[in-house]
């Protein structure tokens, strides 16, 4: 039984492309039900500026939080050294900081170029070193808009290549393949993961952070099992998007992928009809927020033993 | 490049299950409009008896203007000898009887057990074979409930292979795999397209018809584009369902398959954007009715040259 990793994203990417803050106790409760429910690893927040994401403002008492719930890893997004440092303060497994494959969406949604990322990536990874072994978290890089971007179009494949070598190279731990604006396809997936996968070897890669926005995010998700990916980011209700990359909303919805993976034997570990109980903690918290999913609405096949 | 076809199926399927008739000339102008689109194959109507589902009384109507249509199939579901006469009467081209897999949902849909369904299809394929060589229509069968009954849960692979064999063997030409009630996953359309191929032969099983209900159909497609699967059957906007199986509601959205498959190489001889503009028809015949997909919401990727 292939043993798959669900990456729950939404308190991070799904709340911050929602204009209304979600209160601490609820977003606390969201988390809790869902590692009761199976999930292994959430990415509480972003360490980013209060003043630019006031919905995220409160990550570092949720990661303190979160820490105390047994077995699961807590990741948080990190834009750069700062936030990163924030992040370990308050005791961060995993530290996700986005790499965009465009540097014209790069320049917009962080103001750096390909260079100044990567000088930034390096320097996270030095104080990531510096860490004690015991609290040392793990550093991923989210290769982001790596299937193309909603300001520049296609994204050449060659140039996501060399630039997760360099990501590697300036000391993150593994990459991701994000798919920021939902212009993945199976095909190209399977492209790519392969690609990069001969480059920087099959266990530098093993994550995908798929949208859902032009309804292929499952189908891309297919290819990727299939191309050995272990870990796929998925959000609750499939909340969630850039909010720098206009119209590219939505992330796979967990509660589908849950069930797609367990159909097909795969292991996520997740309690399904718990799981699917955690969507009225965030519809209370959010009322009038459209959640996403088709699964919710069908509910279990009958005779469905996950 | 690898030719798909996508057969739509959005004037059966879809309108069947809505309670409100459209009128024959948005119906003919629906299909006029995405054939032009090039879209090469068309499920019209149901040949039923029309006190039995109004929404297809006008399909005798409906196949004559569509057979006029150059290069067009022009399909119609039939559900027994009497509906193949006078489909054949009408001049289709192919005809698609459904013969479901669970014994309970065939009961309660056309009151027959598997061997009445059986002698119905020997009956058809009789009456096809007794046509002129130039008016004979091709005669396929749509195992529906392939992947699982809402009313009997779980359907036995077994059974699916035995009675595929038996469709051939009572003389249709092709069978093909219809996931009515949206219980597939892309193993098991895996696992059953290979099984029922090596029974059947390659060539006699080419057709998918899947449904969204949960969210997998493009996931499911994806499984069987890579088991040589060549026809799939999807509907305009997501219209449709099964209204004799509850709770299993909308065939995978043309527009997204259509998008799908054209961002992974394959020839569809589809125009998108011909295509996206073919929803307004639809939605302008059926104000209010809801129509799904992402791709038209999302547009196309910029950049995306089809």
Known sequence: MTRILI???GP???????DRVMPLAAKQAWIAAEAAAGVREIEVGSLVP????????????????ARTIPGL????????????????????????????????????NVRKDHAAVLAEIAAVAALVADQPAETRPYF?????????????????EDAVERLAVATLEAGAAEVGLSDTTGYADPA???????????????????TLHLHNTRGLGLANVVAGLEEGITTFDASLGGLGGCPWA???????????????????????????PALLAVRSIVADALPGEPLYGFTPDAGLPLGFAA
């Open 7 to 9: 990456s729950e994203v």
């Open 12 to 18: 991070r990417d799904g709340l911050q492309s929602i």
């Open 50 to 65: 209060a003043a630019l994401l006031p919905q995220m403002a409160d990550t570092e008492a949720l990661i303190a939080l």
């Open 73 to 108: 890893t807590v990741t948080v997004l990190v834009p750069n050294r700062r936030g990163a440092e924030r992040a370990i303060r308050a005791g961060t497994h995993k530290l996700s900081m986005p790499f965009s494959m465009s540097e014209t969406h790069s320049l917009k």
């Open 140 to 156: 991923e890089v989210g290769l982001a808009t790596a299937f193309g971007c909603t300001i520049e179009g296609p994204v050449s």
């Open 188 to 206: 190209a997936v399977r492209r790519l993961v392969r690609r990069v996968r001969r480059a920087v070897g099959d266990d530098r890669l093993n």
């Open 246 to 272: 206009p119209g590219a909303s939505g992330n796979i919805v967990t509660e589908d992928l849950a069930f797609m993976l367990a159909a097909m034997g795969c292991d996520t570990g997740i309690d399904l």
